[in-house]
């Protein structure tokens, strides 16, 4: 397994009144990856960046961006982000109809294809489209409900992380396992020791208030050392 943990912070979490300051912030603490939550507002009750924001940023930045369609209408999503320019996209096997179909536009469009799961959706899913993919993020919170303090990750997430890490490695190592949902300075060790080697962070994590963008991100890489450290499936 690579043994690489990307850090992909939210900038939903950013100060999204000064985005291009927000976004050169993180670029100057050598983080390269932005994870970019596009939401229709329907599949769940919030809609952080329209599409003419992203198109500015892109405009702004040369940071790869990873895009996180929650949305039920993926084709169109897909379709606009693609138009942007994006290094990564993401959609939800739960929406989507014709999975292979989204997939291979992404791939033709020489972008990284992802599919993100539900907490509570089966990894079987996966089944027969896992070797044409680059990653899996697994929500480990009900996606776009972060706002609610009250939403706790769900107490099968390293199970989860686990069993699908022992699938990547039986099928295409190379995919990476991505996690999203209250990643925590608490709980990042243990969620890279079940195998999750890219981690999407937010308020718990790299913008925890009172500390600099510096010092959590150190904290993070520390956790991440402890969880490598601890990892359960070592090739």
């Given at each position: 397994?690579?043994?690489?943990?990307?850090?992909?912070?939210?900038?939903?979490?950013a100060d999204?009144?000064?985005l291009?300051?927000?976004m050169?912030?993180?670029?100057?603490?050598?983080i390269?990856?932005?994870h970019?939550?596009?939401?229709?507002?329907?599949?769940?009750?919030?809609?952080?960046?329209?599409?003419?924001t992203?198109?500015?940023?892109?405009?702004?930045s040369?940071?790869?961006?990873?895009v996180?369609?929650?949305?039920?209408?993926?084709?169109y999503?897909?379709?606009?982000?693609?138009?942007?320019?994006?290094?990564?996209?993401?959609?939800?096997?739960?929406?989507?109809?014709?999975?292979?179909?989204?997939?291979?536009?992404i791939?033709?469009?020489?972008?990284?294809?992802?599919i993100a799961?539900?907490?509570a959706?089966?990894?079987?899913?996966l089944?027969?489209?896992?070797?044409?993919?680059?990653?899996?993020?697994?929500?480990?919170?009900n996606p776009?409900?972060?706002?609610?303090?009250?939403?706790?990750?769900?107490?099968?997430?390293?199970?989860?992380?686990?069993?699908?890490?022992?699938?990547?490695?039986?099928?295409k190592p190379?995919?990476?396992l991505?996690?999203d949902?209250?990643?925590s300075l608490?709980?990042?060790a243990?969620?890279?020791?079940a195998?999750?080697?890219?981690?999407?962070?937010?308020?718990?994590?790299?913008?925890v208030?009172?500390?600099?963008?510096?010092?959590?991100?150190?904290?993070i890489?520390?956790?991440?050392?402890?969880g490598?450290?601890e990892?359960?499936?070592?090739v």
């Amino acid at each position: 397994m690579n043994r690489k943990v990307q850090l992909s912070p939210s900038i939903m979490c950013a100060d999204l009144v000064n985005l291009e300051n927000s976004m050169q912030e993180l670029a100057e603490t050598g983080i390269d990856t932005l994870h970019i939550d596009v939401i229709d507002g329907s599949f769940s009750p919030s809609m952080p960046l329209g599409l003419d924001t992203i198109k500015r940023m892109r405009a702004v930045s040369e940071m790869n961006f990873d895009v996180h369609i929650m949305s039920n209408d993926n084709e169109y999503f897909i379709q606009e982000i693609l138009k942007i320019g994006v290094e990564s996209i993401t959609f939800h096997h739960e929406t989507s109809l014709h999975v292979d179909r989204y997939i291979q536009m992404i791939k033709q469009a020489d972008t990284k294809v992802g599919i993100a799961l539900n907490p509570a959706t089966s990894l079987s899913v996966l089944d027969y489209v896992l070797p044409e993919i680059d990653l899996v993020c697994l929500m480990l919170i009900n996606p776009g409900f972060a706002t609610n303090k009250n939403e706790k990750q769900v107490p099968y997430a390293e199970k989860k992380i686990s069993d699908l890490r022992q699938m990547i490695m039986a099928v295409k190592p190379e995919v990476e396992l991505q996690v999203d949902g209250r990643v925590s300075l608490d709980n990042i060790a243990k969620l890279v020791g079940a195998g999750a080697n890219n981690l999407v962070l937010g308020s718990t994590s790299l913008f925890v208030k009172g500390n600099s963008l510096v010092e959590n991100k150190t904290s993070i890489e520390k956790a991440v050392l402890e969880g490598l450290g601890e990892m359960q499936h070592v090739v």
